[in-house]
């Protein structure tokens, strides 16, 4: 039998500890977090802050999510409503997103047509641009349009996604030609083979983008603090940041929140984990 290595061994024992140890330096911040929403109010802001609770309690969550009858009046955070509004446009946003790009990244990849590399040249450039650089006429023609303050305002800037059209084209760029070809050969149309041999192909991408799409929309802050006027309508993280300027000195109930808007990203994540990153490592699919 061989004797091991001393130096492989040695390496790969460093290497270990070096990945355990950046991994509890990512988590170490989400694992506090945790722990402080379950805090009683004030104690998180101790010095130095303690990591568990002195007392677990689920008062944070109650506040933050249930409505409650106070001084003759309802009240709650309108978190909950917030919580459903960004489900809804997020769900919408990814279905209209791929429901676009993914035909659009087949037909740049395997299509031919007049301009079509004028197209993708176009799109490469528009990526250097910054989006923030067009809020300002894009909520003006919105203003103009009576899209301000409307969920549909804020869908329509995340449709035009050039990163998800050039994402499905890289990887629609592995499907052999000859298998579209024979295709063509057997009389199928064109949305016959882009339905019955891309789609099942690009299969592992269009969940890894559907992620991205959702991830994106989920997260977006900026644009629906923009076009949002009406607080009823606010996406959480709208909703999140109101509730901040309100109760800064509450850290118990702001990571209560953070805990909440993390969650169905999170559950989304592991639940299509094994497409995601068969997507994302595989590259491109093969023939």
Not at 64 to 77: I, K, N, Q
Not at 105 to 127: E, N, Q, W
Not at 239 to 249: K, N, Y
Request: glycine residues 6%.
């Amino acid at each position: 039998m061989a004797l091991t290595n001393p130096r492989r061994t040695l390496r790969a024992i460093l290497a270990n500890m070096l990945v355990l140890v950046l991994t509890a330096v990512t988590l170490l911040p989400l694992a506090w977090m945790v722990t402080v929403s379950f805090m009683p109010r004030g104690e998180a802001n101790s010095f130095p802050p303690p990591f568990l609770p002195s007392r677990w309690s689920w008062e944070n969550y109650h506040e933050l999510l249930v409505r409650r009858f106070v001084d003759g009046a309802w009240f709650d955070y309108r978190f909950v409503p917030a919580l459903w509004n960004s489900i809804g446009v997020a769900t919408i946003a990814t279905a209209l997103g791929l429901l676009l790009a993914v035909p659009a990244g087949y037909a740049l990849a395997k299509l031919r047509f007049t301009g079509r590399d004028r197209v993708l040249r176009f799109l490469v450039i528009s990526l250097i641009v910054p989006g923030q650089v067009a809020m300002l006429p894009l909520f003006l023609m919105f203003k103009e349009l009576g899209l301000v303050n409307s969920y549909l305002g804020v869908i329509l800037p995340s449709l035009a996604g050039i990163f998800a059209i050039l994402f499905v084209r890289q990887a629609a760029l592995g499907i052999p030609d000859e298998m579209i070809d024979a295709a063509r050969l057997d009389g199928a149309s064109e949305i016959r083979i882009f339905r019955s041999i891309a789609l099942p192909l690009l299969a592992p991408i269009v969940v890894t983008l559907a992620v991205f799409l959702f991830l994106a929309s989920w997260n977006d802050f900026l644009w629906p603090l923009i076009i949002l006027a009406d607080q009823h309508r606010y996406t959480l993280p709208v909703a999140v940041a109101a509730i901040g300027r309100e109760h800064a000195a509450d850290g118990e109930l702001m990571m209560a929140a953070a805990v909440v808007t993390t969650l169905p990203v999170l559950a989304l994540f592991l639940s299509l984990q094994r497409y995601y990153m068969s997507g994302l490592l595989g590259g491109s699919v093969k023939g």
